[in-house]
């Protein structure tokens, strides 16, 4: 198994599932460096209260049916005691139910919180009707308000076709669209979205709650129609990833006001990171992609529509997978990168694999973990007391996750027959060129799939404040557990993570009172190295905070009359003054190829390979990269391509979520889709 990301982890956790699949397979995880967790890894920093320390903001979507799945079952065999520190599954994820989203409209950023009520927890099913319905809801109860407010247009403006529905007719409109087929609640929506349009929204388009409210409905009326008119019931929303969302949106008829303001349209671009090179002004998103990716987020979530982990996600998520996989029988070895896969003559094969042992271990293993609180936790660096020579290599702090080599070690070649039988490729993509060359070289599918898989470098920093969201320091206006987005350039994502300071060691104070943590894109061109990147992430949080953060945080003016942070709130050294306190917080460029947040453009999803289809034919395929039933850069995805890796290999697990019907029509082959229907 090379690489210790999500896709990577997953799989090993499926390949030992059973005390069967243990009897047949021996797993061996080979990661760079220290810690489990790729691009969702986190560390505690030893010599500074133990903060936790993200590579950005992660937060769990209720739809993450297989990634909820897989942390259940780890949870529940860890079997940790009651009374210690994320003791369960429920205790590691808490949820969120409120979405506070931002619209730019003429000048005025407007934000707006949506509460999405709770639902059962387990797998959703997609029905396209019963969406609709939950839309036409909503839709009807805010109509209905906005009515009592401005008066409904006089009745001899209606139609005729919807005043003969006679009394209370947009009403009874609703109640025949709740009924429809899609194609029917596709033509009646857009009817009396035209009606609506001209009657009652243009008059009142700088209304804020009016126009969201006509925003919803066109976005509605526009997906419903397209779907049918596109049969993308029958032909699945694969169909359409050729084409970009807006494009899609458009040709189905969306208004342009709608395309250029909506907040839940700029949500679903922020949260994908769908920005070719970062630049927020080239959006791409696949369209197919797109839709299901607000299907999923906003109609088959389960329990809430978002989590957040009780502890840095690798303290929640990869020390419990790790401490399970260890009393399995997995061996994780850490400091090892895999440098190049060596293929038969014929290129059927991986005969050798290159793997770099990055250091010497003085008693020839690596204890990863550290107590905190209670907690297993990764540190954010080595824990140099068990390497060979580790107080000369603490001086030299080498950075063991993006280096392949930094000590110059000796390689070491793995034989198939003698070291291994299968291979799983579970490193990031922009990487595969050099560690995968030959494949590259070998296998066309492969090498188109890499020429059509594009990445995003991404910015992140975290605050930690000596207010509270309701203090008049700050003036949060929204509910204190919401998730903020489709906020200012670039730094559009917003999260308050207070319930984390707890799990920190801070000595007792009263003036720590708030966590915050900040992520979006970042523009690559003319970033050539990580130092130069993070120097223009740290100017990009100075200007946010200066700039912006006002928006949303109204008290944070320093009061001198200019628009200046209150720099004086950040926690920070006594002798510091000014932005110097900046230096005492967090953030980050995530500038190396393995950092990098994988996208879905319109036009490629089509290239991404199954976990079996490598060309190799004991080479297999996981990550949030490989076609997986998202194709999207996310936990889910990663969870689920290692699920698909190892039943490609195994036949096990059986169930695995969101990989058939018409959200995700080209993630199985056909007869794996009806072999999944029938179980």
């Not at 899609?248 to 839940?264: D, K, M, N, V």
Request: glycine residues 10%.
């Amino acid at each position: 198994m090379l690489g210790g990301g999500v896709a990577g982890v997953t799989a090993a956790f499926e390949l030992s599932a059973t005390p069967e699949l243990r009897e047949r397979y021996q797993v061996t995880l080979y990661t760079p460096g220290w810690r489990l967790g790729g691009k969702g890894a986190s560390g505690r920093q030893r010599d500074d209260h133990d903060r936790i320390l993200e590579h950005g903001l992660h937060i769990w979507f209720g739809c993450y049916d297989n990634a909820f799945s897989v942390m259940q079952r780890c949870y529940a065999e860890l079997g940790r005691p009651a009374s210690a520190p994320l003791a369960t599954w429920e205790d590691a994820f808490k949820p969120a139910d409120d979405v506070v989203l931002y619209e730019r409209w003429k000048d005025r950023w407007i934000g707006r919180q949506l509460t999405f009520p709770r639902k059962p927890f387990g797998p959703g099913q997609p029905q396209l009707a019963d969406m609709i319905h939950e839309a036409a809801a909503w839709l009807e109860r805010e109509w209905r308000a906005l009515r009592d407010e401005h008066g409904e247009p006089p009745r001899h403006l209606l139609p005729h076709w919807l005043r003969d529905l006679g009394a209370d007719a947009v009403e009874h409109l609703f109640a025949l669209i709740a009924r429809a087929d899609e194609g029917e609640a596709g033509r009646l929506l857009r009817g009396f979205e035209d009606w609506v349009w001209e009657h009652f929204v243009q008059p009142r388009i700088d209304d804020d709650r009016v126009r969201f409210w006509f925003g919803t409905l066109d976005l509605l009326a526009t997906s419903v129609h397209g779907i049918a008119a596109d049969d993308l019931l029958g032909r699945g929303l694969a169909a359409v990833n050729d084409e970009e969302l807006g494009d899609w949106l458009r040709r189905h008829g969306a208004r342009e006001e709608i395309l250029e303001s909506s907040p839940i349209l700029r949500g679903l671009y922020d949260g994908a990171f769908a920005y070719e090179d970062g630049d927020k002004s080239r959006p791409n998103n696949a369209a197919g992609k797109g839709l299901q990716d607000l299907i999923r987020a906003v109609f088959l979530y389960r329990g809430a529509i978002l989590f957040k982990m009780q502890a840095g996600m690798g303290d929640t998520v990869f020390a419990p997978m790790y401490e399970v996989l260890r009393a399995r029988g997995v061996e994780v070895a850490f400091f090892h990168w895999a440098s190049r896969l060596g293929l038969s003559d014929d290129g059927a094969l991986v005969d050798e694999i290159e793997v770099i042992p990055q250091v010497g271990l003085r008693d020839g293993t690596y204890d990863p973990l550290y107590d905190v609180k209670g907690l297993p936790c990764w540190p954010s660096e080595p824990l140099y007391e068990q390497l060979e020579d580790g107080d000369r290599i603490r001086a030299s702090q080498p950075d063991f996750e993006h280096i392949a080599n930094p000590l110059g070690r000796k390689p070491r070649v793995l034989r198939r027959g003698k070291d291994f039988d299968d291979v799983v490729l579970a490193i990031p993509p922009d990487l595969h060129r050099e560690v995968a060359g030959e494949v590259v070289a070998r296998h066309k599918a492969f090498a188109s799939m890499l020429d059509h898989t594009h990445s995003v470098m991404t910015q992140a920093f975290q605050l930690w404040i000596d207010r509270s969201l309701g203090d008049p320091g700050l003036d949060w206006p929204y509910q204190a557990n919401s998730i903020m987005s489709a906020y200012v350039e670039p730094l559009d994502t917003y999260c308050n993570m207070t319930h984390l300071i707890p799990r920190e060691d801070w000595p007792q104070r009263d003036d720590l009172l708030d966590l915050a943590y900040f992520v979006g894109v970042i523009p690559s061109k003319g970033l050539d190295s990580w130092d130069q990147a993070n120097a223009h992430a740290r100017r990009n949080a100075i200007a946010f905070l200066n700039g912006d953060a006002g928006g949303f945080w109204p008290g944070a003016d320093d009061g001198t009359g200019i628009k200046h942070f209150d720099w004086r709130y950040l926690i920070a050294p006594d002798g510091a003054h000014g932005e110097a306190r900046f230096e005492a917080q967090y953030w980050r460029a995530n500038f190396p190829a393995a950092e990098r947040y994988v996208t879905t453009f319109a036009g490629t999803p089509q290239y991404r390979l199954r976990a079996d289809e490598s060309g190799v034919a004991n080479l297999y395929l996981a990550g949030d990269w490989t076609k997986n039933g998202l194709d999207a850069g996310c936990v889910e995805a990663a969870v689920t391509s290692g699920m698909l890796c190892s039943r490609a290999m195994t036949g096990q697990p059986t169930e695995i979520a969101g990989i058939g019907g018409w959200l995700a029509s080209d993630a199985i082959r056909p007869e794996d889709e009806l072999t999944a229907s029938a179980r």
